[in-house]
């Protein structure tokens, strides 16, 4: 099936609605030869509400004229694991592929009604520098589907959601996967400079005796090898060490973050034991057991997380390896369709994908203050305020960083000296602020986790009956994100 | 609780220290409200006596933390003017005792004492700290810990020279007392100079100098509370380098070696010039060798005696005569210059673009050729890099100061240039030229600044339509080394154009001279007379190597000889040239032709390989080019034995220069004896222990200083003339340059 003719299909189908059913449900017969699949769409298809007629709550709708809906269709992850335990065997494009499989299985898409594929990945596999496309092959999709991997630290699948949406509003694609991946497990460690500079003249040396003379500048200190660090590289700063000193230029005690961390323990245990966790898919993993659930949440007491010492500025930090959250493998995916599509399909979106913005600061006194400039900015652009927002789903790289940027957006004086605004936006409410859970429990495979947020948005707006959330990310490079969600009509 | 309040209605009266009691803990906070930095004044310490006896006094308090409110300043060190006030060495070696006193409480205090040190920790100030019990530093840029007291000719007089080998041990010691180097807060950490660091923070609640001052409070305060608790304990655990290191200081034999080497090496490189390097290896023999009580009283009263000493005042001088001309003494220019341009990307050209981009002014560099511009660029980048190599600069951000740097040959972007520098070849027409150029395409605000070290700037704005704009900026090689500006301003130079460019000057970090318009100026005008006179003596059979010595032996840092290759033969002919011209007879001596066929030969000093010697091979020994004294044989002149002898030739060269030093007062072309010293010293390495030509003939007689002149008059002529505001010193002693 074209995508042409899908394309011409869905038009018909928008503008004649009692024939549209017929019509979209011979387009999955042909497409995917999947009977369930079509008898669901078809089930699903029974109970159209335009969104026009949406307004069963007060609030408007964020649709611009002129601009396509564009949709979250559905969201999945592998489970979130500690790194080393049992997917230490794995490669990052396996991890990506289950989440790709874990998708296609969620959703019953059609192999080839996909346009394009998006994939974040922060720490690279040289074997896999493309991830997206590796992944992409091995998990079946068609080899005519183009792939591309994207790199935008903490923050990187987010760049793939909004690549992909992109894509949609620029009419260049109408279905596009998104995802991203992280591998902690195994890192490339590489031979030092001097080693590698010898291996590689090795090769192009011609006689045994330049061989042997260059294998004869090899000296001990060559053999040390160069670790990959979760540091700056501009400032060499590593991110816990500017977390502590965030922490403390915000006066945030070591109390207030072993509470916040607990606190995101306590609510990710709640959610995971009740069920909420619903985009986390089952993972056999090879030669191993299936993996269903996330094995870093660990709810502890407050006197367990007092007795840890600090883990960067020692010794008088505040931030611990219990307030951080730790090195996570696991890889997230996201079907992200324009409107018309997902209808057209049989589809019942999620949430609507609406405004969001990248911003930047100073990588080395603001590094993780992302979620503070993102917020205002990006809130102004959807002409909402803070009050509005019925769901906030932040990233938590640390229990100070998260308080620190809730610190920040109550200032006044803070907004005023470093962000040329008039007021402060204002802290999230705690009631409506990562109920269930975040990085510092679910953990935090760096560039899967920008899906984990919006998928969690989508879902929590569902179960609690909100229509906008709200997502933020700092990353890496002193930059961040933040995105509004709509839920989708229900 | 209780005790707060008591404190609170007592230290209502004091000014520069207070104090609160926060759970049992004594925060001291210390500023001085009448000054940018705190310094130990009399005042200052009859506050702190007061605020310790108190705090001893109150059973309540069990730990002290000692802070100071200024951000970037912890206690800069003592107050130089209370020790100037000073009329004899007891009265200053009882200021030393008093000081050694308050210390020694300090050190035995009951109850522990945290210093917490954000930025300058020097002097007094660190022999405070270290008689704390214990010292945290935050490591900001502006924290810096040092024994600076030798630059001033004086030692560390409050128990420095006996607490610091204890602490870091002897070598350690050694080199920062005689160097009085900084020392960052990551190398205090390694020394043992300070237990604990802490990180500046960003922005926050409050700015982040405000709220890092808070925070090392906060830091300070837990460990005071850990030290009262015994939860911190101040001894560290030695490494076994450590351990190995004290058995050999153990050893007295071994301890002897080290006395005699110091000893050894300060003197070859002081020449016996510097009293206080010596003084400060006795102070620290004696307090090793014989105890506590003796090394004391020896720091004392080495204290006093240093402190009246005339190369004290000289460096004493010299400081306060740097303060002076780190000053815009013009007011604030009406633009901020924010795009400089650079004509000429040679030495000079290249080295006024590294100082101006690393400050963040972004600068074009234009340069005729590629080859040049490839040349003027590279010479940037390694200046930049050779400080990420000493970890002053992160490679981020080298790469952030080079993206400021626009190297160019065409004259785009200078419609938006606020000042132009030429650094071009020294050339009347190839001057005017450029000036014609330049003016074409820059905006009528732009500042014309040209770096010659000899034309007189008149002559260089005459080609201008605007010669207001029009000034002269002279810099010394090489400009990132070299600390020295001489400004020249013609009498049509507004006031707001030289504003302008001692406001740039300042920002680049130089100490600036600003001087009237003349043949040479001020500097080229005092070295001119000595060169010539170096180059006679060459002729007159004393080697280069011999030269030298002499130089050096007076105090100068560089040899004559050295200095002429260093400065250029090519350079020096020309300057010899010109200002011969301009001066007749009395800018004689040696014979240009010499340097004139030097030049021919290719011998243009270091940059070309050879001059007086020869350079490039790597051996330790300089050796002299038989080339040049080839050329010198064949000038030979006879030394008149009357005025030979090697104190003859010191005060020949010595005397030329300041004499057309005091000339240049004279006539105006130097403002005041102050800039003429710094300029001296700064520009042309005039001994520092003198302290500049000025403060030379104050303390060496102005009187005495003729009587030589008119014996060299007698044999060789008007060369050695004194000039009439000399005479006038020589005539009346209590005339005097510096008061």
């Known amino acids: 099936m074209s995508l042409s003719l899908i394309r011409t299909v869905l038009l018909t189908a928008f503008s004649f609605c009692s024939a549209a059913?017929?019509?979209?449900?011979?387009?999955?017969?042909?497409?995917?030869?999947?009977?369930?699949?079509?008898?669901?769409?078809?089930?699903?298809?029974?109970?159209?509400?335009?969104?026009?007629?949406?307004?069963?709550?007060?609030?408007?709708?964020?649709?611009?004229?002129?601009?396509?809906?564009?949709?979250?269709?559905?969201?999945?992850?592998?489970?979130?694991?500690?790194?080393?335990?049992?997917?230490?065997?794995?490669?990052?494009?396996?991890?990506?592929?289950?989440?790709?499989?874990?998708?296609?299985?969620?959703?019953?898409?059609?192999?080839?009604?996909?346009?394009?594929?998006?994939?974040?990945?922060?720490?690279?596999?040289?074997?896999?520098?493309?991830?997206?496309?590796?992944?992409?092959?091995?998990?079946?999709?068609?080899?005519?589907?183009?792939?591309?991997?994207?790199?935008?630290?903490?923050?990187?699948?987010?760049?793939?959601?909004?690549?992909?949406?992109?894509?949609?509003?620029?009419?260049?694609?109408?279905?596009?996967?998104?995802?991203?991946?992280?591998?902690?497990?195994?890192?490339?460690?590489?031979?030092?400079?001097?080693?590698?500079?010898?291996?590689?003249?090795?090769?192009?040396?011609?006689?045994?005796?330049?061989?042997?003379?260059?294998?004869?500048?090899?000296?001990?200190?060559?053999?040390?090898?160069?670790?990959?660090?979760?540091?700056?590289?501009s400032t060499a700063e590593t991110m816990g060490h500017s977390a502590d000193r965030l922490a403390a230029a915000f006066g945030v005690s070591r109390l207030e973050q072993d509470e916040f961390a607990l606190r995101s323990h306590t609510l990710a245990k709640k959610a995971q034991d009740g069920g909420m966790l619903s985009d986390v898919i089952s993972f056999k993993v090879p030669g191993r057991d299936i993996v269903s659930k996330d094995n870093g949440i660990r709810p502890a007491t407050m006197e367990q997380l007092a007795k840890l010492k600090p883990a960067f500025i020692k010794p008088h930090g505040t931030v611990t390896a219990a307030n951080s959250s730790f090195l996570t493998d696991g890889a997230s995916a996201v079907l992200i369709m324009s409107e018309e599509k997902a209808l057209a399909m049989g589809y019942k979106p999620k949430a609507y994908l609406r405004d969001f913005v990248y911003v930047s600061q100073d990588p080395k006194d603001q590094l993780l203050l992302g979620p503070t400039y993102a917020t205002p900015k990006v809130l102004e652009k959807s002409g909402l305020t803070l009050n509005d927002i019925d769901v906030f789903e932040f990233h938590e790289a640390f229990a100070g960083q998260i308080m620190a940027n809730l610190k920040a957006m109550e200032s006044d004086w803070f907004a005023q000296t470093y962000m040329g605004r008039k007021t402060k936006v204002g802290a999230p409410p705690m009631e409506k602020f990562n109920t269930w859970g975040g990085s510092l429990s679910l953990g935090h495979p760096f560039a899967a986790t920008g899906c984990r947020l919006v998928t969690t948005v989508a879902h929590r707006l569902q179960k609690e009956g909100g229509q906008y959330g709200l997502v933020a990310a700092c990353a890496a490079g002193g930059q961040g994100h933040a995105m509004v969600i709509e839920a989708y009509p229900q | 609780g209780g005790g707060s309040l008591l404190c609170l209605s007592l230290s209502a009266a004091r000014t520069h220290v207070s104090y609160e009691v926060k759970d049992n803990v004594a925060v001291v906070r210390i500023n001085d409200p009448t000054s940018k930095v705190n310094t130990?004044?009399?005042?200052?310490?009859?506050?702190?006596?007061?605020?310790?006896?108190?705090?001893?006094?109150?059973?309540?308090?069990?730990?002290?933390?000692?802070?100071?409110?200024?951000?970037?300043?912890?206690?800069?060190?003592?107050?130089?003017?209370?020790?100037?006030?000073?009329?004899?060495?007891?009265?200053?070696?009882?200021?030393?005792?008093?000081?050694?006193?308050?210390?020694?409480?300090?050190?035995?205090?009951?109850?522990?004492?945290?210093?917490?040190?954000?930025?300058?920790?020097?002097?007094?100030?660190?022999?405070?700290?270290?008689?704390?019990?214990?010292?945290?530093?935050?490591?900001?840029?502006?924290?810096?810990?040092?024994?600076?007291?030798?630059?001033?000719?004086?030692?560390?007089?409050?128990?420095?020279?006996?607490?610091?080998?204890?602490?870091?041990?002897?070598?350690?010691?050694?080199?920062?007392?005689?160097?009085?180097?900084?020392?960052?807060?990551?190398?205090?950490?390694?020394?043992?100079?300070?237990?604990?660091?802490?990180?500046?923070?960003?922005?926050?609640?409050?700015?982040?100098?405000?709220?890092?001052?808070?925070?090392?409070?906060?830091?300070?305060?837990?460990?005071?509370?850990?030290?009262?608790?015994?939860?911190?304990?101040?001894?560290?655990?030695?490494?076994?380098?450590?351990?190995?290191?004290?058995?050999?200081?153990?050893?007295?034999?071994?301890?002897?070696?080290?006395?005699?080497?110091?000893?050894?090496?300060?003197?070859?490189?002081?020449?016996?010039?510097y009293p206080a390097p010596l003084k400060i290896i006795e102070c620290i023999q004696t307090g090793i060798e014989k105890g506590n009580a003796a090394g004391y009283l020896t720091e004392s009263q080495n204290f006093g005696k240093l402190a009246m000493t005339s190369e004290s005042r000289a460096l004493i001088g010299l400081y306060h005569g740097q303060v002076t001309c780190k000053k815009n003494h013009f007011g604030k220019p009406e633009r901020d210059v924010k795009k400089l341009a650079v004509l000429g990307a040679g030495l000079m050209g290249a080295g006024i673009a590294q100082v101006t981009i690393d400050k963040g002014v972004a600068t074009i560099l234009k340069d005729t050729t590629e080859e040049g511009l490839a040349r003027g660029h590279q010479q940037v980048y390694k200046g930049l890099n050779d400080k990420t190599k000493k970890k002053s600069l992160t490679t981020f951000e080298r790469d952030g100061i080079m993206s400021l740097l626009s190297g160019q040959l065409d004259y785009r972007d200078f419609e938006n240039a606020d000042m132009v520098i030429e650094a071009v070849f020294e050339d009347l027409s190839i001057k005017h030229k450029v000036v014609k150029e330049v003016e074409a395409v820059i905006p009528p605000h732009c500042i014309f600044a040209t770096n010659t070290s000899a034309l007189p700037i008149k002559d260089i704005a005459a080609a201008s339509k605007r010669p207001e704009k029009v000034i002269g900026m002279h810099y010394f090689s090489p400009v990132d080394k070299m600390q020295l500006l001489e400004i020249i301003t013609t009498n049509k130079t507004s006031k707001d154009t030289t504003a302008s460019a001692v406001a740039v000057g300042l920002k680049q970090g130089k100490v600036i001279i600003v001087v009237g318009d003349g043949p040479g100026f001020?500097?080229?005008?005092?070295?001119?007379?000595?060169?010539?006179?170096?180059?006679?003596?060459?002729?007159?059979?004393?080697?280069?190597?011999?030269?030298?010595?002499?130089?050096?032996?007076?105090?100068?840092?560089?040899?004559?000889?050295?200095?002429?290759?260093?400065?250029?033969?090519?350079?020096?002919?020309?300057?010899?040239?010109?200002?011969?011209?301009?001066?007749?007879?009395?800018?004689?001596?040696?014979?240009?032709?010499?340097?004139?066929?030097?030049?021919?030969?290719?011998?243009?000093?270091?940059?070309?390989?050879?001059?007086?010697?020869?350079?490039?091979?790597?051996?330790?020994?300089?050796?002299?080019?038989?080339?040049?004294?080839?050329?010198?044989?064949?000038?030979?002149?006879?030394?008149?034995?009357?005025?030979?002898?090697?104190?003859?030739?010191?005060?020949?060269?010595?005397?030329?220069?300041?004499?057309?030093?005091?000339?240049?007062?004279?006539?105006?072309?130097?403002?005041?004896?102050?800039?003429?010293?710094?300029?001296?010293?700064?520009?042309?390495?005039?001994?520092?222990?003198?302290?500049?030509?000025?403060?030379?003939?104050?303390?060496?007689?102005?009187?005495?200083?003729?009587?030589?002149?008119?014996?060299?008059?007698?044999a060789y002529g008007n060369q050695f003339t004194p000039c009439q505001l000399l005479l006038d010193h020589a005539k009346d002693s209590s005339k005097r340059f510096h008061k």
């Open chain 1, 21 to 233: 059913r017929s019509l979209s449900t011979s387009v999955h017969l042909q497409a995917q030869g999947n009977v369930s699949g079509v008898m669901l769409t078809c089930e699903k298809w029974k109970m159209p509400i335009p969104f026009s007629q949406y307004n069963s709550k007060s609030k408007k709708t964020l649709a611009k004229p002129g601009v396509k809906n564009i949709v979250l269709v559905d969201g999945v992850r592998t489970p979130f694991l500690q790194s080393g335990t049992t997917y230490a065997d794995l490669m990052p494009h396996d991890l990506a592929r289950a989440a790709l499989q874990g998708l296609l299985n969620r959703t019953g898409l059609p192999k080839d009604a996909v346009d394009y594929i998006v994939y974040g990945t922060v720490i690279q596999e040289v074997k896999t520098s493309n991830v997206a496309r590796e992944a992409a092959l091995g998990a079946g999709f068609s080899d005519k589907t183009p792939a591309h991997t994207v790199t935008m630290a903490c923050i990187s699948s987010n760049q793939a959601m909004t690549t992909a949406v992109g894509l949609i509003a620029a009419g260049q694609c109408d279905a596009v996967v998104a995802g991203g991946v992280e591998f902690m497990s195994d890192v490339p460690i590489r031979h030092s400079r001097k080693m590698r500079k010898t291996m590689l003249s090795l090769n192009k040396a011609k006689t045994l005796g330049a061989r042997l003379s260059l294998l004869g500048s090899i000296r001990l200190a060559h053999l040390s090898p160069e670790l990959p660090a979760v540091a700056e590289f």
């Open chain 2, 40 to 273: 130990l004044s009399r005042h200052m310490q009859a506050e702190m006596v007061e605020v310790m006896n108190e705090i001893w006094g109150n059973a309540a308090v069990k730990s002290v933390v000692l802070i100071s409110r200024k951000p970037g300043c912890f206690i800069a060190g003592a107050d130089i003017n209370m020790i100037q006030a000073c009329k004899t060495a007891e009265e200053v070696t009882s200021l030393s005792q008093e000081g050694q006193k308050i210390f020694d409480q300090v050190e035995k205090s009951p109850i522990p004492i945290v210093a917490a040190i954000n930025g300058s920790c020097l002097g007094g100030g660190l022999e405070f700290a270290i008689a704390c019990q214990y010292r945290i530093a935050t490591k900001s840029k502006k924290t810096i810990l040092g024994t600076p007291e030798v630059m001033l000719g004086l030692l560390p007089g409050a128990g420095g020279t006996q607490r610091l080998p204890k602490m870091v041990g002897l070598p350690a010691a050694f080199d920062m007392m005689l160097t009085g180097k900084n020392i960052r807060p990551d190398k205090a950490k390694k020394m043992g100079l300070v237990h604990q660091l802490v990180d500046p923070l960003g922005p926050g609640l409050k700015s982040p100098e405000e709220r890092t001052i808070e925070y090392l409070e906060e830091v300070a305060v837990d460990f005071a509370k850990g030290l009262a608790g015994k939860k911190v304990t101040v001894e560290k655990k030695k490494g076994l380098v450590q351990k190995i290191q004290d058995f050999v200081m153990g050893l007295p034999p071994v301890r002897k070696q080290i006395y005699k080497t110091v000893h050894s090496k300060v003197m070859k490189q002081s020449k016996g010039l």
């Open chain 2, 522 to 714: 001020y500097t080229t005008r005092c070295l001119a007379p000595m060169l010539a006179e170096a180059v006679r003596a060459l002729q007159e059979g004393v080697g280069p190597k011999k030269l030298d010595s002499l130089t050096t032996g007076f105090g100068f840092p560089v040899g004559a000889a050295t200095l002429a290759d260093e400065v250029g033969i090519d350079v020096a002919a020309h300057v010899a040239e010109d200002l011969g011209k301009a001066f007749g007879t009395r800018f004689g001596g040696g014979n240009v032709e010499v340097l004139k066929m030097m030049v021919q030969k290719g011998f243009k000093g270091r940059k070309s390989g050879k001059g007086c010697y020869v350079y490039g091979a790597k051996s330790k020994e300089k050796k002299v080019n038989s080339g040049a004294e080839d050329i010198l044989k064949s000038f030979k002149l006879t030394a008149p034995p009357a005025v030979s002898a090697d104190e003859d030739i010191q005060y020949r060269l010595v005397s030329r220069f300041v004499n057309e030093a005091v000339l240049c007062l004279q006539e105006g072309i130097l403002p005041d004896p102050v800039q003429g010293d710094i300029g001296a010293v700064f520009g042309l390495g005039f001994p520092p222990c003198l302290g500049g030509p000025f403060r030379f003939v104050d303390s060496h007689g102005a009187d005495k200083l003729v009587q030589k002149m008119k014996r060299f008059e007698e």
